[in-house]
C-alpha cells in the first residue's frame, strides 16, 4: 500500500494508518520529500519493518531545489548532511523530472549515491 501526497508528515493520524496498514499485512510505501522527517519520526518508522520510503529529491543544487518547491533548504541539506540523516529511514531516492531540473539527474545521482540510497528512479 502506497500513502503518498501533498506531504504524508502532514498527518497526524500517520502512524495509526501505518499500523492498520499492517495488521491487515499490507506492505507499506510511503513517498515523501522528507522535510519534515526527525530523528523522532525515523525511528517510529522503523517499527514498520519492511517499509520502503521514496524521498523526492528536486536537484542536489540549492537554487534550482529552491525554485522548484518554493521552499529554501539549507545548502548542506543539498549537499547531503541534513538528508543524510533523513536518508537512514529510505531505500529509494526519487527524482521528478520536469523542465527546471532536466539536467539535474547527474548530480541527483550521485548524491543519492553518496547517501547510499537503494535505488533510484526518475
Known sequence: ???SGGEIFLR???YEILAAARRLHFDISLKTNALLVTAERAARLRE???TRVQ???YSDIPAVHDAITRFRIAAADAGGDSHSARARIA???GLPL????LMAYR??????????FLTFWI
Open 91 to 93: 531505500g529509494e531516492a
Open 1 to 3: 500500500m502506497t500513502f
Open 12 to 14: 497526524p493520524d500517520l
Open 55 to 57: 524521498i523526492s529529491v
Open 107 to 116: 548530480g541527483v545521482m550521485a548524491l543519492a549515491e553518496k547517501l547510499a
Open 48 to 50: 514498520f519493518w519492511r
Open 98 to 101: 520536469m523542465q527546471e531540473n
